[in-house]
């Protein structure tokens, strides 16, 4: 069938494959480059998805309709994104008291700051109505599974193109030098010279603003990494924000020496260190005479970039394995114990997916994390996090979560100065506490303990044993926002859905042509907005059992895709599909997925038969939404139309996923359960108005 297919393939499947490439690859582009120069859409960038969808559903409704607002082609509209985030340098700094996002939160905010966010919005939604418009007219011109095939042939190849360049750690002058490749070929040939000279310009700009800063800059699969020598240290950023300092071990502050000034006596033989980094926290260990360590880091290019220049060449000793991986999915699988478990300020700073709003390390600070960590402890063992946590109700949150996994109350250390530093400590070694030690824990009444000869100093503000509230809101899988006091939709995300909600409405409203707007497809609406929900809690699912790698991620996407193409397969093969059954089969693993927790299938020690369970149950509803899909899609009678609907109602349903803050991801399916519910009844309507009609 595949064969036959392939020889069908002429200038219109062409034109679709290279379109649907461009389209994936440049919303590939969009969500890992703005958020490096605009460093808070690396917490927003399910915004640049919205974007996305919203441009390619009126771009498609449009098509080659010339009586739009949108004149200015898409080469140009790069350029114009490029030059201002470059140039302006802005920036979105977000204050909000439900939610902690790493700032330079006591700096006055700029004018610009309100603005930036829906002008970035504006003009991505620009680029991807004029990168999706030929779909537009070339969707009609083929059989509608056959258009759809190729379509998603198209966005397969762009993942690949895309992880192939984050393997290799490829700057962006690359990527938007494919993506432009691509695009000559979409496009009329019009205007070639004033089109080549923008996107000569855009390339310049991009290559020069790579090139003139005196930072070392390199692109790892997460974020832009830049580094500069200074003062005998090296310091790195991560998309312009400070993350890491590459010092001599003694150099270091003194929270990362507090667990082996306090359990002088006490010789931790294996040593787990979850967050390695460049290396520091390996070093300071192997100076206290540790015998074997695991390190592990989930980027491998800041492994990389600390195994070349820390000056105490930690990575290099024989006495420390490396594991490039994600930490929780390295607790999953990995069966040792050990005397010390250290989680070293394991804060990524960036989402782990676009589809939705956790970060890379979320699944590591859960209850049930923090839980397996415990149970990796040997009977003497301790389990240590520290960081610049900022906030003094995220430190007694973690207290609780603590408190309530181990039965004991933590032992705390909290610093002054920058950042709201603290340390945590917890485990079976806690029971040999200096009795001197072993009081609650006061901001008053500072015991007076040796101070460590090692580590810059940093005034103690308190310690002692810290009582938590367990009754409070606590990380969970489910609801795995340990950076959010309680469950809410904080208002800052209210206020900007609600404008990007009123932003995608105008656009539709003076955009897309009247005549076509009198068509639009409210079935295929709902199916994209349920789709879209089912896809965000599938990925989050998986990042969940199998980590959060970057790998992982573009893994499971890729296979989203290929179920998706299997659907329109099977669509093909057969004429008669019983659709009413696999609406009900469909049902019946959405509410299976709903009453069975995730973390459940985590008890399952072998990992292929945990990944056979994990696929049966989470990609089985996603199959067999495609192939409710595709039986639709192949009976629609404006294939455009059709698309576009779905398109935005993926927006839609991308904006639903914020639900999670206050309800945790598996409410998410009583919403999908809900839209399929609402797509079914139009469907239905549909037809009984087409029956009448033609009576």
């Avoid at 070339?138 to 190729?150: C, H, R, T």
């Avoid at 490749?181 to 790579?210: C, E, M």
């Avoid at 956790?358 to 415990?374: I, M, V």
């Avoid at 809410?488 to 656009?507: E, K, N």
């Amino acid at each position: 069938m595949i064969a036959n297919f392939l020889k069908k393939i002429g200038h219109i499947e062409i034109n679709i494959f290279l379109t649907s490439f461009c389209i994936l690859f440049f919303e590939l582009i969009c969500i890992r480059w703005i958020p490096a120069y605009v460093f808070h859409f690396g917490f927003f960038s399910n915004y640049i998805l919205l974007a996305s969808f919203l441009g390619i559903g009126i771009g498609i409704l449009i098509g080659e309709n010339k009586n739009n607002l949108i004149k200015i082609n898409f080469h140009s509209i790069v350029l114009v994104i490029v030059s201002i985030i470059i140039f302006s340098q802005l920036e979105v700094n977000l204050n909000s008291n439900d939610i902690l996002h790493y700032a330079t939160e006591n700096q006055a905010l700029k004018i610009e700051n309100f603005i930036s966010l829906p002008i970035i919005f504006i003009l991505i939604t620009c680029a991807f109505i004029q990168l999706s418009r030929p779909l537009g007219f070339l969707l009609p011109k083929l059989p509608p599974l056959n258009a759809y095939a190729i379509d998603i042939l198209g966005s397969m190849i762009g993942i690949i193109t895309f992880f192939v360049l984050s393997y290799y750690s490829l700057p962006p002058i690359i990527w938007f030098s494919i993506l432009f490749i691509a695009t000559s070929f979409t496009f009329k040939k019009t205007n070639i010279i004033p089109n080549f000279f923008v996107i000569f310009l855009t390339l310049a700009i991009i290559f020069i603003s790579g090139k003139s800063s005196s930072y070392d800059t390199y692109w790892s699969p997460y974020y832009k990494v830049t580094g500069l020598a200074h003062s005998n240290e090296y310091s790195i950023n991560v998309n312009n924000i400070p993350h890491q300092a590459i010092k001599p071990y003694d150099k270091k502050e003194s929270l990362y020496h507090k667990v082996y000034e306090i359990f002088s006596q006490n010789k931790f033989n294996n040593v787990l260190i979850i967050g390695a980094g460049t290396g520091s926290d390996i070093a300071i260990a192997l100076h206290y005479g540790v015998k074997h360590i695991d390190a592990v880091e989930i980027d491998p290019v800041i492994y990389n970039i600390g195994k070349r220049l820390h000056p105490d060449h930690p990575y290099q000793d024989r006495r420390v394995n490396v594991h490039i991986n994600d930490g929780r999915a390295f607790l999953q699988t990995n069966q040792s114990k050990y005397d010390l478990i250290i989680f070293a300020l394991p804060d990524s700073l960036t989402l782990l997916t676009s589809f939705s709003n956790l970060r890379l390390e979320s699944f590591l600070l859960t209850l049930e994390s923090l839980k397996k960590a415990h149970e990796s402890l040997t009977n003497k063992g301790i389990l240590v996090l520290y960081n610049y946590y900022r906030k003094d109700w995220f430190i007694y949150k973690l207290a609780s979560m603590l408190q309530l996994i181990s039965g004991e109350k933590p032992y705390v250390t909290t610093y002054g100065s920058w950042g709201r530093a603290a340390v945590f400590m917890s485990g079976p070694l806690l029971n040999t506490l200096n009795p001197q030690l072993n009081i609650p824990y006061s901001e008053n009444n500072k015991p007076q303990i040796q101070t460590n000869l090692y580590g810059a100093y940093k005034p103690i503000v308190g310690q002692g044993r810290m009582t938590g509230n367990v009754n409070q809101p606590l990380a969970t899988d489910d609801w795995p926002f340990i950076y959010m006091r309680a469950p809410t939709i904080p208002i800052v995300y209210i206020i900007t859905l609600g404008t990007l909600m009123l932003g995608a409405f105008f656009f539709i409203k003076k955009c897309s042509p009247k005549d076509v707007l009198k068509k639009f497809n409210w079935h295929f609406f709902f199916l994209g907005s349920a789709f879209m929900m089912l896809e965000t809690r599938s990925l989050v699912s998986f990042s969940l059992l199998f980590g959060s790698t970057w790998i992982v991620n573009s893994l499971v996407f890729f296979s989203i895709l290929f179920s998706v193409l299997l659907a329109i397969l099977v669509n093909l093969k057969f004429k008669t599909i019983p659709i009413k059954f696999i609406y009900c089969l469909l049902f019946v693993f959405l509410i299976i997925n709903y009453f069975m927790p995730t973390h459940m299938f985590l008890a399952i020690p072998i990992p292929l038969l945990r990944y056979v369970a994990c696929s049966t149950l989470f990609f089985m509803p996603i199959f067999l939404a495609n192939i409710v899909f595709s039986h639709s899609f192949k009976n629609a009678e404006a294939a455009n139309i059709a698309f576009a609907s779905n398109m935005l109602g993926a927006m839609v349903g991308g904006g639903f996923e914020y639900l999670a803050l206050a309800f945790g991801y598996q409410s998410l399916l009583l919403i999908v359960i809900i839209f399929y519910i609402l797509a079914i009844f139009i469907k239905n309507s549909m037809l009984e108005k087409s029956l009448i009609h033609n009576k």
